[in-house]
């Protein structure tokens, strides 16, 4: 079984980046520019920015997520925010969307023995077996 970070790593991850990247172009920074803030190549935005990559969970509709998007594309635009910070609010807004439940869908269709078993991995308080 994929575990939640693995899904989140192959398509909220990019998903967030293609949010960015597309408010960044619409700042008039260039693919390069871009690819330098978020630390990233050049081809990944054109390919968020053409949307073949980042699309594999959508979050257009979702205000909350493009909120916070919108807030790293203006720091990176006002260069209030260095590679570390952007890596960290990406972080942040990848475990919200976890947290919220906003990748169940995707997960139950990449496994779907997990739909029926009532999974709340990434719902669940932070606790170690350990």
């Known amino acids: ?16 980046r293609g949010m960015i990247s597309r408010g960044l172009i619409e700042k008039n920074f260039t693919q ?4 330098a803030a978020l630390g990233i190549t050049q081809p990944a935005v054109s390919k968020y920015f053409w949307e073949k990559r980042g ?4 979050f257009d509709h979702r ?3 493009k909120n916070m998007t919108e807030v790293i594309a203006d720091g990176i635009a006002e260069k209030k ?7 960290n609010m990406i972080k942040e807004i990848c475990d ?35």
């Open 1 to 16: 079984m994929q575990t939640p970070y693995e899904i989140a790593s192959k398509s909220v991850i990019p998903a967030i």
């Open 32 to 35: 390069s520019q871009i690819a």
């Open 55 to 58: 699309r594999a969970i959508d």
């Open 63 to 65: 205000d909350d997520v």
């Open 81 to 87: 925010l260095n590679r570390i910070q952007v890596a």
């Open 96 to 130: 919200y969307v976890m947290r919220s439940g906003y990748m169940c869908d995707l997960h139950f269709e990449v496994e779907p023995q997990i739909k029926n078993s009532n999974c709340k991995i990434c719902m669940a308080e932070e606790t170690s077996s350990f």
